[in-house]
């Protein structure tokens, strides 16, 4: 049967589901139907993962429930920290991160994707252990202890505290908390779409995850917020933006940050994002690189609206991260301590109808050649 070829799978629909929606025109992003600032407004990220996950959101019990659960989870076993520690300190995080969720597969029971009860207890661990892992690291790596989660701190307030071993300002877990609401899930993207092929062989979920982690870190990709962070300091000041945008595009460069795949509007993370910037400003004072951004957003709006292309969730993000503190490497597996939950809850809907990946190509190399002997080539 002839197809068409549609280069990047661009507008092919590769599964149906349920979890999330974007309205790229619109510029709306919808978790279970709910928009993601209504969430952001009301919601936690652990509340969220339980909306994406289990398709509702939770009563009060539930909630206390998965919070307990995944709070229980968050310790990781001496031997996943001596892992860590062996390896090299100038490594991407995001490769010590996908080499420290593949060995947890080793340690739990995950290959029965049937059981049910297993699967919950997968996702639990998956969703509580990434944010030890990535602050395990960034202390590891530069020659400082491994900080033990503390069971009396909330999600986004454990991690940063893990990272530093101070307790954050409380606007900054509320801030943070809500980034990651914002990365949590976004329909069939490249890294959930990597995970997707690989549940279809009904791989085991730190498997799973894995393979997610690594479409993450590409610069196309997840990998983007490191990028714009980069590209900020590198244009210095908003009076040096015009130049540096203009080189940029006419050196057929791209504007990291900018630019999407379904969204032909500004991506309604980023708007949020700005605003959490503005909130964290208030408070903390402004950053250099917050006016940099702006200036640039301006003139890329002037050059490529025509285009459709907008600042994206990459785009603001690192900006907030800058401002904590957090250093530019490790913003991406920040991404994916949130997409866990958008990753885990594709998995848990492949599972139900499953069919496994295997698309076709258009061939254009050609038949019917001969081994040729070395000595006559
Ligand atoms: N800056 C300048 N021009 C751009 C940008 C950009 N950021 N993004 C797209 N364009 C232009 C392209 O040059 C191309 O122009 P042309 O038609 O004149 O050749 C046109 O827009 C279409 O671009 P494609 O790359 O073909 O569009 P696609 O849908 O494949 O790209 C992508 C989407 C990969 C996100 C792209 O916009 C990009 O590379 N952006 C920069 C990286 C980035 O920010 N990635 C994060 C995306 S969000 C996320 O994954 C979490």
């Known amino acids: 049967m002839p197809h068409d070829f549609m280069p990047g799978l661009a507008g092919v629909p590769a599964a149906k589901s349920a979890i999330s929606d974007v309205d790229g025109t619109r510029g709306i992003l919808e978790y279970r139907g709910i928009r993601v600032e209504e969430l952001c407004q009301h919601s936690s990220f652990l509340e969220t993962s339980y909306l994406l996950l289990f398709g509702r959101l939770p009563n009060a019990s539930e909630l206390t429930q998965w919070v307990n659960?995944?709070?229980?989870h968050r310790r990781i076993k001496f031997r996943i920290v001596d892992l860590l520690k062996v390896m090299p300190e100038h490594g991407h995080p995001m490769?010590?991160?996908q080499a420290a969720v593949a060995a947890l597969g080793m340690f739990y029971p995950g290959?029965?994707?049937?059981?049910?009860e297993n699967n919950y207890w997968s996702a639990v661990r998956l969703i509580a252990k990434l944010p030890t892992i990535v602050a395990a690291w960034a202390r590891l790596r530069r020659g400082d202890e491994y900080i033990p989660p503390r069971d009396d701190l909330p999600f986004a307030e454990n991690f940063l505290y893990m990272l530093t071993e101070n307790m954050p300002h409380p606007l900054w877990s509320e801030v943070f908390d809500d980034c990651l609401i914002l990365?949590?899930?976004h329909t069939m993207n490249a890294s959930t779409f990597a995970g997707m092929v690989t549940a279809s062989t009904l791989a085991d979920p730190y498997t799973v995850v894995a393979s997610s982690i690594g479409a993450l870190k590409g610069p196309l990709h997840g990998g983007a917020n490191e990028e714009v962070v980069m590209m900020l300091r590198d244009i210095g000041t908003p009076a040096q933006a015009k130049s540096a945008v203009e080189a940029r595009l006419q050196g057929k460069n791209k504007l990291m940050g900018f630019g999407h795949r379904v969204y032909k509007v500004k991506d309604p993370r980023a708007t949020v994002l700005q605003d959490l910037c503005m909130r964290l400003f208030n408070v903390c004072g402004t950053s250099p690189l917050y006016e940099v951004a702006v200036a640039v957003e301006q003139l890329a709006g002037e050059r490529l609206k025509e285009k459709g292309i907008y600042p994206n969730v990459d785009f603001y993000s690192g900006i907030i991260y800058d401002k904590m503190g957090i250093e530019v490497d490790l913003f991406t597996p920040l991404f994916a301590m949130a997409r866990v939950s958008g990753w885990l809850a594709h998995?848990?809907?492949q599972l139900r109808e499953n069919k496994l990946y295997r698309p076709d190509q258009i061939y254009s190399g050609e038949h019917d050649r001969h081994y040729v002997p070395i000595d006559r080539r």
């Open 69 to 72: 659960d995944v709070t229980h």
């Open 95 to 97: 490769d010590a991160l």
């Open 111 to 116: 290959r029965n994707v049937k059981d049910v």
């Open 183 to 185: 990365h949590a899930e």
């Open 347 to 349: 998995w848990l809907e």
